[in-house]
């Protein structure tokens, strides 16, 4: 069965840094853009960043970039956020999203991990 599951949340001060994981299973992964999104309280969910299926190419919200870096490594099914410069605002549940372009119904999705960032 398909699967994506988010790590590496918790709780870091204003400027800290934290490294989120997504392990991926039951599917081909490296035949997959892979995405992280985030839900803010009393927000919509926001796409954060999104690499390509071979990691050849990056996208960045304007508000993470020069901060976030989205990685994979697609021996181990694996993809990464390292997020540094916390801020305040960019506490959210970080969700990891799977969908191959051309195929709207191959779209997959982990329950998310919670940052939150506060002194």
């Known amino acids: 069965q398909v699967q994506l599951v988010e790590s590496g949340g918790g709780l870091v001060q204003p400027g800290g840094s934290l490294r989120l994981s997504c392990a991926a299973s039951?599917?081909?992964?490296?035949?997959?853009?892979m995405k992280w999104y985030r839900q803010g309280p009393g927000k919509e969910r926001e796409l954060v960043a999104a690499?390509?299926?071979?990691?050849?190419?990056?996208n960045y919200a304007d508000s993470v970039k020069g901060r976030f870096t989205i990685s994979r490594d697609n021996a181990k099914n694996m993809m990464y956020l390292q997020m540094n410069s916390l801020k305040p605002e960019d506490t959210a549940v970080y969700y990891c999203?799977?969908?191959?372009?051309?195929?709207?119904?191959?779209?997959?999705w982990g329950k998310g991990t919670l940052v939150t960032v506060s002194s």
């Open positions: 999203n799977a969908r191959r372009d051309g195929n709207p119904l191959m779209d997959y």
């Open positions: 039951g599917f081909t992964f490296s035949l997959y853009p």
């Open positions: 690499i390509s299926s071979f990691g050849g190419s990056t």
